[in-house]
């Protein structure tokens, strides 16, 4: 079936620092990817998207690329700011039943100042 | 604009007594999805519903657990004879047309569900 591996946390890093959380996926043929975000006491939502291979999502700063050759799509942000603490949840979807996402387990992100 | 809209927030309940979770959705939509996250777990679908009709459960294990959406009020997720492998968080998203591509399914703050 489909699955999703994503980084491991927590993540603490300073103020400007540079950001990567790997997101690796497993899936018969070509899904939708996204990523995820969860500030505290609110819902998750959605930071960006990537429907085809090669696609960049971008967004607040963030971006990924969904790399088909490795399966990934690895988010990435040149400079995180104390705001950007939050969770991470790298998902896809795929097929006839598009709108069931399946999520990886989340990485928790704090950001210093 | 409210977005999803759960609750309780956090929900207490023994073994063996009945658990019911609300969602109200966004204004405007009428596609509502529930996900489980058990501990160190991800997010795992349960069930699709539209107004009145249950499209995909799926997710949803075979017993104890139901799901309705009716045609006024929030969507309730009831869970009979609750166990402690029931605790977990519940989550609730919503959509206005089906599916993800392109139609952002928007998510509530979720239900922490605690069985004592």
């Known amino acids: 079936g489909n699955s999703v591996t994503q980084m491991e946390g927590p993540v603490t890093l300073s103020e400007e620092a540079f950001l990567t959380i790997n997101c690796t996926y497993t899936?018969?043929?070509?899904?939708?990817l996204f990523w995820y975000v969860q500030y505290p006491g609110e819902g998750l939502q959605l930071l960006l998207k990537?429907?085809?291979?090669?696609d960049k999502g971008s967004n607040k700063g963030f971006e990924a690329t969904y790399r088909k050759e490795t399966t990934s799509f690895h988010l990435e942000k040149g400079s995180v700011q104390v705001s950007d603490s939050a969770v991470y949840f790298c998902?896809?979807?795929?097929?006839?039943?598009?709108?069931?996402?399946?999520f990886g387990k989340g990485t928790l992100l704090t950001v210093n100042p | 604009n409210a977005g999803v809209m759960q609750n309780p927030r956090h929900l207490v309940r023994r073994r063996g007594q009945e658990a019911r979770l609300r969602c109200s959705p966004m204004k405007g939509h009428s596609h509502v999805y529930w996900y489980r996250q058990l501990p160190e777990e991800g997010l795992k679908f349960m069930v699709y519903?539209?107004?009145?009709?249950?499209?995909?459960e799926s997710g949803m294990p075979k017993e104890r657990f139901s799901a309705e959406f009716p045609k006024e009020g929030p969507s309730i997720l009831r869970i009979q004879q609750v166990v402690r492998g029931d605790s977990a968080a519940y989550f609730c998203?919503?959509?206005?047309?089906?599916?993800?591509?392109?139609?952002?399914?928007?998510f509530g703050p979720g239900t922490r569900l605690t069985v004592t």
């Open positions: 998203a919503s959509s206005d047309r089906e599916g993800t591509r392109g139609y952002e399914q928007y």
């Open positions: 519903l539209q107004k009145e009709n249950i499209i995909d």
């Open positions: 998902a896809l979807s795929y097929g006839g039943s598009n709108y069931k996402l399946t």
């Open positions: 899936a018969t043929g070509y899904p939708s």
């Open positions: 990537a429907t085809k291979a090669d």
